[in-house]
């Protein structure tokens, strides 16, 4: 009776684990085996991706960014000073890119003097400006214009036309409150809401955002010497 149970016990006790199938068909894949496959199957995913990065990366490096167009004066001017560093910072600039389209030669002359120290009654580059004595220098040399001395006269000057804030151009004059009297600082627009200037003792030549909370609460006003001088002309 014992070894007929032992019998009937040996017909359900569980056999050897049938051959399995590699995902190719191509052989059997014993139990032993079956970890190490495990593994090597779960590396692939992460090799393919490596892969990927690194054709990626090589194709990122083998078209390098376009160089700027050549004889781009105003590109050219802000690399000399030392004001844009490299070619992408460059393109990207929405000040680049408005002062491209729109420079004009007065435009071009006062960033010429980019880094020009600040003097109190300096009207040159040679001795530094204030902010009356560059716009004029600026006007004399690009537009044979002689603009008065001060910052609060020339904003008084006929020869000027008033401007909106809203329809400012590259060249326009700026004006601002900064001691507690109207039109005692002025610069000149340059484009995409900024301007150059020569702002204080101890600064020197540089361009400011006029949205900048300080600038935008002393704006006093801009002038422009293109419509008066065409409106002169204009006149019997």
């Known amino acids: 009776m014992v070894a007929q149970d032992a019998d009937f016990a040996g017909m359900f006790a569980p056999g050897p684990a049938p051959a399995r199938r590699s995902h190719t068909g191509l052989h059997a894949l014993t139990p032993a ?14 090799l ?109 000057d006929s020869s000027l036309a008033k401007v909106q804030r809203e329809e400012l151009r590259p060249g326009d004059l700026v004006f601002f409150n900064t001691m507690r009297r109207a039109f005692s600082h002025v610069g000149i627009y340059v484009g995409d809401g900024k301007f150059i200037h020569s702002p204080r003792a101890g600064g020197e030549v540089r361009i400011e955002d006029m949205r900048q909370a300080y600038w935008a609460k002393r704006f006093n006003g801009a002038r422009r010497a293109e419509l008066a001088a065409a409106q002169a002309q204009a006149k019997p």
């Open 33 to 46: 085996a079956e970890p190490a496959y495990a593994a090597a199957t779960m590396k692939f995913p992460t």
């Open 48 to 156: 393919l991706a490596c892969g990927l990065v690194l054709v990626m990366a090589g194709a990122a490096r083998a078209e390098p960014a376009p160089a700027p167009a050549p004889g781009d004066a105003v590109l050219q001017l802000l690399r000399d000073k030392g004001l844009v560093p490299t070619a992408a910072v460059v393109e990207s600039s929405p000040l680049l890119n408005r002062a491209r389209d729109l420079a004009s030669e007065m435009v071009m002359s006062a960033m010429n003097f980019l880094g020009v120290p600040y003097r109190r009654g300096g009207s040159g580059a040679d001795e530094g400006f204030d902010c009356s004595g560059f716009t004029r220098h600026v006007f004399e040399n690009s537009l044979g214009l002689l603009l008065p001395r001060r910052a609060d006269q020339q904003a008084h």
